[in-house]
């Protein structure tokens, strides 16, 4: 009996206790709470993939320029690059030479992009002259306001305002016509160029006709006189038959003439493999080179460290191209500066006088 009992005590106990389990709600136990970091994460809206911007690739396009002086096809290079207002370096072809080829021979378009140079390339038509050479010699395309020399300086000024390029650091070069060109180009519009490259080139002013230019490429002319002052950078191979590099020494000694008082050092040098040169630096004090003469040992008529992709360039000379794009970016124009030459050079193109020779 007793045994019983206690059977249906526990058993009473037990129903009791179901009983009341199923009437209390149960209590889940708490979650770990995740690190800090991870709720900043969870908490912060999510952010949107950033677009990537991709960098300009480098261009080399054909363009075609007209003005009132008539018109120029012409190729330009643009490196690619997004830096603001880049300088912009006018190329002019020698005799025989196109665009395409002149910027194979002196490789100008590499370095461009190295360096953030936009280059232009002018051409020079057959209708112009025979053998495309720029009529650095015609007093009527070598002026200010007239012929050749006015529409290069309105493709230069296009250019400028098209690809928004510096207008205080614009430079101007050249292989023989051109180089005698750009020289031209240099004294009649100072405002527009900060410096100018000469190679195999002759002094501006120095023929007054075809019959002349050949006397003063075989000879040397002094030209006339400049009376504003124009960075200059020469280049001329000590065996040039078709130019007489006495026109590079004359060069060089019209370039100082503007500068009161520049002083010279001379250094010799040698390329590894290649041609040994002399190299003359003109500056005012310690100051930045003003003047440079580079005379290349047994080089001709043909640009010095040019690629022989191209026509006349004598790949053992020291390198040109670098040598005048390192000069150049040494020197700029104010604006301040750009219109003061503007208003000085009609006074200055007066001066006529050809002064002594050496």
């Known amino acids: ?36 970091k991870a709720r900043a994460r969870a908490a912060a809206p999510e952010k949107p993939p950033v677009p990537t911007r991709s960098m300009p690739a480098a261009s080399d396009r054909a363009g075609l320029h007209r003005c009132e002086h008539g018109a120029r096809h012409y190729r330009i290079f643009k490196p690619g690059m997004t830096t603001a207002a880049p ?29 953030g140079l936009i280059v232009v390339y002018p051409a020079q038509p057959r209708e112009a002259h025979p ?15 007239a012929g050749e020399a006015a529409l290069l300086a309105s493709l230069t ?7 928004g390029a510096d207008p205080g ?27 100018v490259g000469v190679h195999s080139g002759l002094p501006a002013g120095a023929a007054r006709d075809q019959a002349s230019a050949l006397v003063a490429m075989q000879r040397g002319d ?59 630096v003109y500056r005012l004090g310690a100051g930045r080179p003003l003047v440079e003469h580079w005379s290349v040992a047994g080089s001709g008529h043909a640009w010095s460290g040019g690629s022989s992709r191209g026509r006349f360039t004598d790949p053992k000379g020291p390198d040109a191209s670098r040598e005048m794009i390192r000069f150049f970016l040494r020197h700029s124009l104010s604006a301040r500066k750009r219109a003061s030459l ?12 050809a002064g002594p020779a050496s």
């Not at 019983?4 to 037990?14: H, T, Y």
């Not at 000024?157 to 690809?163: F, I, Q, S, Y």
């Not at 650091?169 to 519009?189: C, K, P």
């Open 157 to 163: 000024r296009d250019l400028v305002r098209k690809h």
């Open 1 to 36: 009996m007793k045994g019983g009992l206690k059977l249906a005590v526990d058993l009473a106990a037990s129903l009791a206790a179901a009983a009341l389990k199923a009437v209390v709600p149960r209590v889940a136990a708490p979650k770990p709470k995740p690190p800090r």
């Open 169 to 195: 650091r614009v430079y101007v070069a050249g292989l023989s016509a051109g180089a005698s060109m750009a020289l031209a180009l240099a004294r009649a519009y100072p405002e527009l160029f900060a410096a």
């Open 222 to 280: 002094p030209g006339l006189r400049l009376m504003l002052p124009m960075p200059t950078i020469v280049f001329h191979g000590s065996h040039d038959r078709v130019v007489n590099p006495r026109n590079g020494r004359l060069v060089v000694l019209r370039a100082r003439e503007p500068y009161p008082a520049l002083r010279g050092t001379e250094t010799a040098g040698q390329v590894p493999n290649g041609r040994a040169y002399r190299r003359t």
């Open 342 to 353: 503007a208003r000085a050079v009609p006074d200055a193109q007066d001066e006529r006088s």
């Open 131 to 145: 053998t495309r050479c720029w009529n650095w010699f015609q007093p009527e395309d070598n002026r200010r306001g």
């Open 87 to 115: 300088p912009l370096l006018v190329m002019l072809h020698g005799c025989g030479q196109t665009p395409a080829d002149f910027a194979k021979g002196t490789g100008m378009n590499a370095l461009a992009k190295a360096f």
